[in-house]
């Protein structure tokens, strides 16, 4: 069965703090693994998605990773409108659903 | 904004009893799935439809049911609600060569 999880479930973070997310997978071959943004209340945003182990990723402070198990979120000097919950999901063959993890929800003060 | 269109934005409904949910995919996309939200599962694929064709089911209740119309708006019927009904439900879409998801704002069901 294809699985999911992500660590932190919740993460605190000054402004300009850097830190990273962690998302592990097991899955029946790998398509692709994809980063999405959600707002409370919102409807997650895709953010990255990524093919093969090495390949990396960038959107302003943000940069994901990808290896053969799991991928990272690097987040760079956070600011606080890079407050929310960040979810990983993967996708087994080409068309198919998304499978996801429960989310890391970040918090970032002033 | 995404593109994926969910109506409506909120629903409050007592137990028993039976609701519509509505989506209309992106402009061209042929693939439609349904999610559930709750706080503890996080997102739990439902269901996925393919050019009016079902292609996938998820850890959906038998007594939901869902159904893709050949505009390829799409709707999710859910029936004889219980209390743990009550979440978050989204809608995403996805081109035929593209493979991420684009989602909808969700409709938030409230069973009381």
């Known amino acids: 069965e294809d699985q999911v999880t992500q660590s932190p479930e919740a993460l605190r973070l000054q402004e300009g703090e850097s830190s990273s997310l962690n998302c592990s997978y097991t899955?029946?071959?790998?398509?692709?693994l994809f980063w999405y943004r959600q707002d409370p209340g919102k409807g997650p945003e895709f953010l990255f998605t990524?093919?093969?182990a090495g390949e990396e990723k960038e959107k302003e402070r943000l940069k994901a990773t990808l290896t053969k198990k799991e991928s990272f979120l690097h987040i760079t000097a956070p600011k606080p409108e890079d407050s929310a919950t960040y979810l990983c999901?993967?996708?087994?063959?080409?068309?198919?659903?998304?499978?996801f993890g429960k989310g890391t929800t970040l918090s970032v003060s002033s | 904004d995404s593109g994926v269109t969910q109506t409506p934005k909120h629903l409050i409904t007592a137990t028993g009893q039976r609701v519509t949910l509505r989506c209309s995919p992106r402009?061209?996309?042929?693939?439609v799935y349904w999610y559930q939200q709750s706080l503890d599962q996080g997102l739990q694929f439902l269901i996925q439809?393919?050019?009016?064709?079902?292609?996938a089911k998820g850890n959906i209740l038998e007594r939901f049911s869902a159904q893709q119309f050949p505009d390829l708006h799409s709707e999710l019927n859910l029936s004889s609600l219980e209390l743990g009904d009550s979440a978050l439900y989204f809608c995403?879409?996805?081109?035929?060569?593209?493979?991420?998801?684009?989602f909808g704002q969700g409709t938030r069901l409230t069973v009381v």
């Open positions: 995403a879409s996805s081109g035929d060569s593209s493979s991420k998801a684009f």
């Open positions: 899955v029946s071959g790998l398509r692709g």
């Open positions: 990524l093919y093969s």
């Open positions: 999901a993967v996708q087994a063959r080409a068309g198919t659903a998304l499978i």
């Open positions: 402009s061209g996309d042929l693939s």
């Open positions: 439809y393919y050019n009016g064709e079902e292609r």
